[in-house]
């Protein structure tokens, strides 16, 4: 150890630039102090009026002009608790640089506070990372931001597609940010403005607007440039508790409707201005043009009809309601549900109106009598979300228990079980082409499937056309008696019966050509035998060739059998000869024996 440096526990910098022999640290006791190497003293103190959590020495040769760097001594950067990056100059102590962030509020900074920066001098970027384990790649020398991503969503109450050709998804978290991501890139732009939770999300039909509505009793319009940045360019104020869901037209885009925990919906006409708004105008105040207490209980969801003519809601108090767009008249009431429902949804195709539970269920209602056409039951939990896909004659649904399902309307059946969640799937909506998915849920994950059913049955289709292909090319095969591709073509496509009768009908081949042969032809009755001995006379006539081959097998059968009819009586003729030369060699045999038994017994 060369120098020891005592104190608490403090951001440090490397030597300053030219030479000096100086070092600098911070920490959170809101200084940060200058120090001399060879003599191991401090020499100076910066008060930075902040806890510093991390600090960045400006490295040489770059240009910092922007930054209010006019000289070229020692500069630093430093991140803490007010979660704005600062540049101070080491020898006149002062700041000439401040981000400028009005989105941070005194008020809660905290949460936005730096917890650390580094440099990366290869692309010459400032990364830094925030309370809410968000990174942002700023440029080293303007500190202009280039990309964020977003680190912890916390629980994900509501996603919805939006930008041209639904290239960025909003999610609304539990939070008053709302973050949309770029789907190309995971590029993620936070949006300040809400004072408290956003609830629920909808989009307006061409994406480049869409709505926000919170507990903080407002609602939001924001606005995509073609650039991708997100503003707000309306606020509606007026319930008198959380506004819990909301709806944009399915047509126009002259209105928005609102469903709130005061069990209030409310009509509000949007000025045509807010399409053409620019970022530096005023935000638009708008006030309700119409207001009905339309349950007794939270309104949870509201839907408007595909020609904008009818409003639907659904509320804690197990009741779908179905009002007209003009004037909120009630048509008819939904009762069936045991117990609250959460989702309420029209179908495109149809009159038909869907609501979703926190029984369980999911139910279709005929929008002419209101009566229950059908009733799906699968989820283990509250069924929170419901989307119609595949126009019209599915649905999907995503419940507490984590799961998505989709159901066929014609069958009422299941199709389809999906578990990509650890938690309540709040979140569910589809992009236009409805060739997309998005999820969200408690777990803090954000979920995108792909719908691959029109992949799936072209991939079926090739293999059945491919299929149809080898069996043409099985049937020519043995119709030129190619037996042994034929063999292999039958087994790849696991046809037992066809190699089989591959087998029999090459052995039936192969037998007439053994059968030619004195050498082979006791293979060749062999097979014979077997195929007459296990084979019904029907079955063989039906093989290719069976005329042909009995008429080549019949005369050397018969020649075959007149030569081993020949053999057998030359072989009996050769027995009868043997057993005659045994017989008059036995008598001799006899008396040798006789006489020498007598010449042993004379001479005992």
């Not at 030479?19 to 006791?29: N, T």
Request: one cysteine or more; a neutral charge.
């Amino acid at each position: 150890m060369v120098k020891e440096f005592r104190g608490p526990p403090r951001a440090h910098t490397g030597p300053a630039p030219s030479g000096s022999k100086v070092k600098l640290d911070a920490g959170r006791d809101k200084i940060c102090t200058v120090w001399d190497l060879e003599k191991n003293e401090m020499v100076k103190v910066i008060p930075v009026h902040e806890s510093v959590e991390s600090m960045i020495l400006l490295p040489e040769g770059g240009d910092y002009s922007q930054l209010g760097v006019r000289n070229p001594s020692a500069h630093v950067l430093t991140a803490g608790s007010k979660g704005v990056l600062k540049v101070w100059d080491v020898n006149s102590a002062n700041c000439v640089h401040c981000q400028s962030l009005p989105h941070l509020l005194s008020a809660s900074r905290q949460e936005h506070s730096l917890m650390h920066c580094v440099l990366v001098p290869v692309k010459s970027e400032v990364i830094t990372v925030n309370a809410d384990h968000n990174i942002v790649l700023y440029d080293a020398e303007t500190l202009e931001p280039k990309k964020q991503f977003s680190g912890d969503n916390g629980e994900v109450l509501d996603v919805r597609f939006i930008g041209p050709g639904d290239s960025h998804i909003v999610v609304a978290t539990n939070s008053p940010q709302l973050k949309v991501f770029d789907v190309s890139t995971s590029h993620c732009q936070i949006l300040h403005g809400h004072q408290d939770t956003v609830l629920a999300l909808d989009n307006f039909r061409k994406g480049m607007m869409f709505a926000s509505c919170s507990k903080d009793n407002t609602f939001r319009i924001w606005r995509m440039k073609k650039n991708g940045e997100v503003f707000c360019v309306a606020q509606g104020l007026g319930h008198t508790n959380g506004v819990g869901s909301i709806i944009c037209p399915r047509i126009g885009k002259g209105f928005v409707v609102t469903g709130s925990q005061d069990c209030t919906i409310k009509l509000w006409t949007l000025p045509e201005i807010l399409s053409f708004m620019a970022k530096t105008d005023n935000i638009v105040v708008l006030n309700s043009s119409l207001t009905v207490k339309a349950h007794d209980k939270d309104i949870n969801s509201v839907a408007v009809s595909p020609d904008d003519q009818l409003i639907a809601t659904g509320s804690q108090d197990k009741l779908a309601k179905l009002w007209t767009c003009d004037g909120f008249v009630q048509l008819g009431t939904c009762c069936g549900h045991r117990r609250g429902i959460w989702c309420v949804q029209f179908s495109p195709v149809d009159q038909i109106l869907a609501t979703s539970s926190a029984d369980g269920t999911v139910k279709l209602w005929s929008l002419q009598d209101f009566s229950c056409l059908k009733t799906f039951q699968g989820h283990d939990a509250s069924v929170l979300k419901l989307i119609f896909v595949n126009q019209g004659t599915q649905v999907l649904t995503s419940g507490s228990d984590g799961l998505l399902k989709l159901w066929t309307i014609k069958s009422s059946e299941c199709e389809k079980t999906l578990d990509g969640h650890q938690g309540k799937v709040w979140g569910l909506s589809a992009n236009k082409q409805q060739s997309l998915v998005v999820t969200g849920a408690s777990d803090s994950s954000v979920v995108l499937w792909k719908d691959v059913t029109e992949a799936l049955l072209a991939e079926a289709q090739a293999k059945q056309d491919e299929q149809i292909l080898k069996d043409q090319e099985l049937s020519n095969l043995l119709h030129r008696k190619r037996y042994l591709k034929a063999l292999g073509l039958a087994i790849s496509l696991d046809r037992p019966h066809t190699v089989l009768t591959v087998v029999k009908e090459a052995m039936l081949k192969f037998c007439v050509t053994w059968n030619t042969n004195s050498r082979n032809c006791h293979e060749a009755q062999a097979v014979l035998e077997t195929l007459l001995r296990h084979e019904a006379p029907e079955c063989l006539l039906q093989y290719d060739g069976i005329k042909a081959a009995v008429e080549s097998l019949l005369p050397y059968t018969e020649r075959h059998f007149q030569r081993l009819s020949r053999l057998l009586q030359a072989t009996t003729f050769l027995d009868f000869m043997w057993q005659n030369m045994r017989l008059g060699d036995a008598p001799q045999s006899d008396e040798s024996m006789d006489v020498q038994v007598g010449a042993s017994g004379g001479q005992g």
